[in-house]
């Protein structure tokens, strides 16, 4: 059973283009955050949300739109996508929000071209 | 935010014990330190996580001084399946407020047979 699963798993796509990322969790957790992983393994917070309310917004270019529509799905939609978008984009989850023990997805790996 | 420092290598042979240590110098009262195991294409992977002096599961140990500057992740006897990234984590345990978690640089440990 997978516990945070994320989809595609890969992702290729042309600068301006715009794409989505999905994820979804089974465990149950309230809390579910994604998390760019660039090309020297620096993983930094993007966003969090708790109950569907986004909590953690952290520097991040408005082209990236997280959406919650429920407690156990975080999409992330990225408008006009650019060369530096380039990463590996995880999703986590956790019971609680902020420093409990976070469940990380597989990760997407978005290349733009 | 607290900022935390780490090796960014290291190299073992099977059996040894391998001592990692994270700095993080303006760590917070409320912030417990968290350790997260990284394999090629997989998400992070909860190990272990503390607040102070010492803490011990199947996995590992965890040593953190008085003063909580700085925190040692103890692999006791690593074997090849070691070889990933360890990532140092300093957040905030609290439900309220936007305190964001910052992962450390990680330190890709080699195991060598």
């Known amino acids: 059973d997978t516990a945070v699963s994320q989809t595609p798993k890969y992702l290729v796509t042309q600068m301006g283009n715009d794409k989505s990322i999905k994820c979804e969790q089974n465990?149950?957790?309230?809390?579910m955050y994604w998390y760019k992983q660039d090309s020297k393994k620096f993983l930094k917070i993007m966003f969090s949300?708790?109950?569907?309310?986004?909590?953690i917004n952290e520097t991040v270019p408005n082209r990236f739109s997280p959406k919650s529509p429920d407690k156990a799905h975080l999409n992330l939609h990225i408008n006009s996508l650019e060369l530096g978008d380039s990463a590996v984009y995880f999703c986590?989850?956790?019971?609680?929000?902020?420093?409990?023990?976070?469940?990380f997805g597989p990760g997407t790996r978005l290349l733009v071209l | 935010l607290a900022k935390t420092t780490q090796p960014i290598s290291m190299d073992s042979y099977e059996g040894q014990e391998v001592n990692i240590t994270c700095s993080h110098n303006?760590?917070?009262?409320?912030?417990?330190i968290t350790w997260y195991q990284q394999f090629p294409s997989q998400g992070p992977r909860f190990i272990i996580q503390?607040?102070?002096t010492k803490v011990t599961n199947e996995v590992a140990s965890l040593f953190i001084p008085a003063d909580r500057k700085s925190s040692t992740l103890s692999l006791p006897r690593v074997s090849l399946s070691d070889t990933a990234v360890y990532y140092c984590?300093?957040?905030?345990?609290?439900?309220?407020?936007?305190?964001?978690?910052?992962f450390g640089s990680g330190t890709r440990l080699q195991v060598q047979p």
């Open positions: 986590a989850s956790s019971q609680a929000p902020l420093g409990e023990t976070q469940y």
């Open positions: 465990l149950g957790h309230d809390t």
């Open positions: 949300y708790n109950n569907k309310e986004l909590i």
């Open positions: 303006n760590i917070a009262t409320n912030d417990y």
């Open positions: 503390g607040y102070k």
């Open positions: 984590l300093v957040g905030d345990m609290a439900n309220t407020g936007r305190r964001a978690l910052t």
